[in-house]
């Protein structure tokens, strides 16, 4: 089991900078793929990006790309999503995801076993 637990999530003004961070705990040794994904209400879990834990590769959605960078401190077993020009059209709640595979369809969520609660972001105009 992994124990994922985000923070840095609160309220931003469009072209502002948050950054968010997802502590892992638990059985971290052979964690692979560490991702992101948000949320708003009534819709689909979205994928944001994600890094393969290892190797330190990355992928982002199109929406986020170049504004948003994926990262992780292998040490700590911490993963980080830097959001810079935030635009209105981020505010959503972001959930942390970690897998022990890194699968070829990283931005589905029903390849994730574990997740975070969720940090809600509000960028407002």
């Known amino acids: 089991q992994v124990h994922l637990v985000e923070s840095g999530g609160g309220l931003a003004q469009a072209g502002d900078s948050l950054t968010l961070s997802c502590a892992a705990s638990?059985?971290?040794?052979?964690?692979?793929?560490m991702a992101w994904f948000r949320q708003r209400p009534g819709q689909e879990r979205e994928f944001v990006a994600v890094?393969?834990?290892?190797?330190?590769?990355?992928e982002y959605a199109d929406s986020v790309k170049g504004r948003f960078t994926i990262s992780r401190d292998h040490g700590k077993y911490t993963g980080y999503l830097q959001m810079n020009s935030l635009e209105t059209k981020d505010t959503a709640r972001y959930f942390c995801?970690?897998?022990?595979?890194?699968?070829?369809?990283?931005?589905?969520?029903?390849?994730?076993?574990?997740w975070g609660q969720g940090a809600q972001v509000t960028v407002s105009s």
């Open positions: 995801a970690a897998d022990h595979n890194y699968s070829d369809d990283f931005n589905l969520p029903s390849q994730y076993e574990y």
């Open positions: 638990g059985s971290t040794v052979n964690l692979l793929a």
């Open positions: 890094i393969r834990w290892v190797r330190g590769d990355t």
